[in-house]
Structure formats: structure tokens, C-alpha cells
């Protein structure tokens, strides 16, 4: 069963920069996307950005594009969420998903959220 530990999440003044990791273990993951997601209080939660396990294809959202970064180790079976230029709307809880898919169609995992693995979120608080 695949489980998803992520880290680095925190306080972080707007202009900042914040690093996140995703731990993945218990599958074998050459045919699986990886992405991060995050919901922010009273809001649905929202796709942020995609990545192939091979790490040549990445898929983000209009917002975080130029800001963010995903990336994979994929001998270290982790993936990094290098967020920059940070803002108070950037505020959320991130969590890490995994998915046996072409990258994507990570996004499909917000209208399917069983259809693939889910991490237990770390916090993102950006102050202005």
C-alpha cells in the first residue's frame, strides 16, 4: 500500500520561500504521477502542480506558474514542492497525492480523490 509522508511545511512572511517534501513508499512507482494539492479553510481543495516519476513532464496551475517548482528524486522516492515569491492566498494545507496515471490527469484526482494515494498534509501560513 502506498504511503505518503510530506514535510516541510510553516510560517513564512509574503516574498519568501518555502520547500516541501513528499516521502513515498510501498509501491513501485516507475508508472505512477505524482502532485501536490492544498485546500485552504473554507475553500474546495485545488490541484497545485504535477509530475511524471520520471521527472521530464510537470503540469502546474495558472497561479504558481514561475513561483513553483515540482521535482522528483526518484532514488530517494521523494518529491519537492519548491514554492518562491509566496502570498497570503498561497496559505493552505499541502498535501502530496500519488496516482497509476499519465501526469495530466493528476488533476482528475480532485473529482476522484479515491483513485489514487493521498498524504496526511502539512501546513503553509504565509503572513503579509
Known amino acids: 500500500q502506498v504511503q505518503l509522508v510530506e514535510s516541510g511545511g510553516g510560517l513564512v512572511q509574503a516574498g519568501g520561500s518555502l520547500r516541501l517534501s513528499c516521502a513515498a513508499s510501498g509501491g513501485t512507482f516507475r508508472d505512477y504521477s505524482m502532485g501536490w494539492f492544498r485546500q485552504a479553510p473554507g475553500k474546495e481543495r485545488e490541484f497545485v502542480a504535477a509530475?511524471?516519476?520520471?521527472?521530464?513532464?510537470?503540469d502546474y496551475r495558472d497561479s504558481v506558474k514561475g513561483r513553483f517548482t515540482i521535482s522528483v528524486d526518484n532514488v530517494k522516492n521523494t518529491v519537492y514542492l519548491q514554492m518562491s515569491s509566496l502570498k497570503p492566498e498561497d496559505t493552505a494545507v499541502y498535501y502530496c497525492?500519488?496516482?497509476?496515471?499519465?501526469?495530466?490527469?493528476?488533476?482528475?484526482?480532485?473529482?476522484?480523490?479515491?483513485?489514487?494515494?493521498w498524504g496526511q498534509g502539512t501546513q503553509v501560513t504565509v503572513s503579509s
Open positions: 509530475i511524471s516519476w520520471s521527472g521530464d513532464s510537470t
Open positions: 497525492a500519488a496516482k497509476r496515471t499519465w501526469y495530466p490527469f493528476m488533476r482528475t484526482m480532485i473529482t476522484d480523490p479515491g483513485s489514487g494515494s
